[in-house]
């Protein structure tokens, strides 16, 4: 009998995973079961020392074989985990993902196509030009007058999306002059950043005084600029789950001749909703639209994308390496997959994607975005009936602000961090325009119950009184 380690595909690759994946899923058991709670107790060296002592020596001369492998390094990694399926795990736009979805993350793992060739990809090629020529159609509708339809593009999340947005903005503009970006005070870091790496000017930043971007401020700033202008707009603010106001917005940039991008990474899950759609009115009217399905999607890391008006905008990647899309080869019909992306080697995240989307429909979806803003909701109202709390306003998507009453920032900021210590609660942070520190909970688990909800507030009540 060989000694060489079984493979994941292949005909014998199903009976490889089989008894390693009954491994796998006794340790996911046993380690949440060590945790007790949403997140490890006792802070960073408390958690790192029981990572290195459970994990033990991860090269050793001899191999300890699979199943000891997995079931140490998976029990000891979900013991030390922030489990946000843990309804008290509440501070980010960090979703549980779907069982589904994460079955379906080890077909694609387990068959390993790299999205860089045709050859490397040939049915997870076509069913990427499926899935997102499906889901450019949720974003910009039918094509209609002769126009090519819409596309998207798929990437590891809202950061590289919007920094894809900056780049075709930048090579497809028809003016002189570097291009200049001009953000909302709401907008996302990772623009910022976009503008930094392809070498643009500082972003101009518009005030946002009511937590979304104000069209007359964003007016007065591109009267009399001069060059190329991409407005970046926000449906769905990291901090508060705002949208702005995105129809106005469309409407001063087409006035100045100004590129519209919009940032729909939170917000894009209102797209399947029935009851939420209406609120991402004017979505269409952008050249690009970021979208992020790990965040209202209830998919594994990573599932992003960015959706593109015109596709001959996507031209602008067009790369050419003999040993991935020779001419011959495209020319013969093989397609060219290089021109999809910034990144060669890619996995193919679009499977997870289209497992969710067959398997849940657009009714399934749209009712677990329903939930979750119908959950904070009701956490809203909780802490607005509450007499020692504080509520910001009415949650918009999932997002919701609430503070103890009358407490300093520096006690706000010591209850999240004596909750994560203890490990019983995993709570965010946002600050205000008026510089006001809040409490962030980001509501993604249509799991959570009221009685969650009413938990979550009596450990941060007795957290302020001490």
Same mark, same amino acid.
């Given at each position: ?85 843990? $309804? ?33 990809? $040939?049915?997870?090629?076509? =069913? ?35 920094? =894809? ?10 003016? $002189? ?19 930094? *790496? ?14 979304? *971007? ?37 409407? @001063? ?54 959706? @593109? ?81 504080? =509520? ?33 609660? @995993? ?22 119950? $009221? ?16």
């Amino acid at each position: 009998m060989s000694s060489t380690p079984p493979l994941a595909g292949g005909i014998q690759g199903p009976d490889a995973l089989r008894p390693l994946l009954t491994t796998v899923l006794d340790a996911l058991h046993e380690g949440a079961a060590l945790r007790g709670g949403p997140l490890p107790a006792g802070g960073p060296d408390a958690v790192a020392a029981r990572l290195r002592d459970r994990a033990g020596t991860v090269l050793p001369e001899h191999g300890t074989g699979a199943d000891e492998a997995l079931r140490t390094l998976v029990t000891a990694l979900t013991e030390g985990a922030a489990d946000p399926a843990d $309804p008290l795990c509440a501070a980010h736009l960090h979703c549980p993902p779907l069982a589904v979805a994460t079955a379906a993350d080890l077909a694609a793992s387990a068959l390993n196509p790299s999205m860089d060739s045709w050859d490397q990809a $040939p049915a997870a090629s076509a =069913l990427e030009d499926l899935v997102t020529a499906t889901l450019a159609r949720e974003v910009y509708g039918e094509a209609h007058d002769g126009k090519a339809p819409a596309d998207a593009l798929v990437t590891t999340g809202g950061t590289e999306a919007n920094q =894809l947005a900056v780049l075709l903005a930048r090579e497809t503009t028809r003016h $002189p002059g570097p291009l200049q970006l001009l953000v909302g005070a709401n907008a996302h870091h990772s623009l910022a950043r976009a503008a930094w *790496l392809l070498g643009l000017p500082d972003p101009l930043t518009v005030p946002a005084p009511t937590g979304t *971007l104000d069209p007359a401020a964003l007016d007065e700033a591109l009267t009399d600029l001069p060059g190329p202008k991409l407005v970046a707009a926000t449906a769905g603010t990291t901090d508060a789950g705002l949208i702005d106001p995105l129809p106005e917005i469309a409407d @001063v940039c087409e006035r100045h001749g100004a590129r519209l991008h919009i940032d729909a990474a939170y917000g894009a899950g209102l797209l399947l909703s029935t009851r939420h759609r209406a609120r991402l009115d004017g979505l269409a009217r952008a050249h690009t639209v970021t979208l992020d399905l790990h965040k209202l999607g209830w998919q594994p890391v990573a599932a992003g994308l960015l959706a @593109v008006r015109d596709p001959a905008d996507v031209n602008a990647l067009t790369y050419q390496a003999d040993y991935l899309n020779a001419d011959d080869d495209t020319e013969a019909g093989l397609p060219d997959l290089l021109g999809r992306s910034l990144r060669t080697t890619r996995r193919p995240d679009i499977l997870k994607i289209a497992v969710t989307l067959k398997a849940l429909g657009r009714t399934g979806l749209g009712a677990l975005t329903d939930q979750v803003i119908d959950v904070a909701h009701h956490l809203a109202r909780l802490v607005d009936s509450h007499l020692g709390f504080e =509520l910001y306003d009415t949650p918009t998507l999932s997002t919701v602000l609430f503070r103890p009453r009358g407490a300093s920032d520096e006690t706000i900021a010591a209850i999240r961090r004596g909750l994560l210590t203890e490990g019983r609660a @995993v709570l965010g942070r946002a600050r205000t325009d008026d510089g006001t520190l809040w409490l962030k909970a980001t509501l993604l688990n249509p799991h959570t119950e $009221p009685g969650d909800l009413a938990a979550l507030l009596k450990l941060v009540e007795g957290h302020t009184t001490r």
